[in-house]
T-cell receptor, first 109, second 115 residues
Framework: DAKTTQPPSMDCAEGRAANLPCNHSTISGNEYVYWYRQIHSQGPQYIIHGLKNNETNEMASLIITEDRKSSTLILPHATLRDTAVYYCIVKKGGNQFYFGTGTSLTVIP | NAGVTQTPKFQVLKTGQSMTLQCAQDMNHNSMYWYRQDPGMGLRLIYYSASEGTTDKGEVPNGYNVSRLNKREFSLRLESAAPSQTSVYFC??????????????FGDGTRLSIL
């Protein structure tokens, strides 16, 4: 599975869009990009995943660059409850998700 | 809609005691997983079950056993608990079978302390 690089921490004002970047320059053609978040003391929460097309669901949007070497998770209107550690994971078919250190997002009132 | 339910939420054991962690999912998923999370280590896969009746070792299986009781339930057993097994244990499930790209959905964890 390809390695991912994320900034260790970010701040976002409440009500604004939070844009969380992820670099995965060694991604291969059959690897998907997944985003999870973990709010303190809870289990990881699935947010969204995609292969090469941009994806949107009720929680967020995932923008994957054309060369697939990076992606951005967008939370359109951040709330205080979005404060969490966000993990970007690149994985092909297989059984283990490798969670790195992620980005600690703090939403500021 | 409960999703993945883990019991108990907290447990303290003495070294050498045995314990079974329970996990159940109500999403009709085929695959189920057990992870442990330690500070600074991320999540590490202990065992997984790609379908009812099958189980396979993950990255850190030593000291653990599992049982896929039916499609809904996947239990993790510590036969003789050791302080190194102090951790937060997460159960997860996914719709797909082995090698699937379907996302995994996690429970809220069992916090286990071994004294």
């Amino acid at each position: 599975d390809a390695k991912t690089t994320q900034p260790p921490s970010m701040d976002c004002a409440e009500g604004r869009a939070a844009n969380l970047p992820c670099n995965h320059s060694t991604i291969s053609g059959n690897e998907y990009v997944y985003w999870y978040r973990q709010i303190h003391s809870q289990g990881p929460q699935y947010i969204i995943h995609g292969l090469k097309n941009n994806e949107t669901n009720e929680m967020a949007s995932l923008i994957i660059t054309e060369d697939r070497k990076s992606s951005t998770l967008i939370l359109p209107h951040a709330t205080l409850r979005d404060t969490a550690v966000y993990y970007c994971i690149v994985k092909k078919g297989g059984n283990q998700f490798y969670f790195g250190t992620g980005t600690s997002l703090t939403v500021i009132p | 809609n409960a999703g993945v339910t883990q019991t108990p939420k907290f447990q303290v054991l003495k070294t050498g005691q045995s314990m079974t962690l329970q996990c159940a999912q109500d999403m009709n998923h085929n695959s189920m997983y057990w992870y442990r999370q330690d500070p600074g280590m991320g999540l590490r896969l202990i065992y997984y079950s790609a379908s009812e009746g099958t189980t396979d070792k993950g990255e850190v299986p030593n000291g653990y056993n599992v049982s896929r009781l039916n499609k809904r339930e996947f239990s993790l057993r510590l036969e003789s608990a050791a302080p190194s097994q102090t951790s937060v244990y997460f159960c997860a499930s996914s719709r797909g079978g082995q090698g699937s790209n379907q996302p995994q959905h996690f429970g809220d964890g069992t916090r286990l302390s071994i004294l």
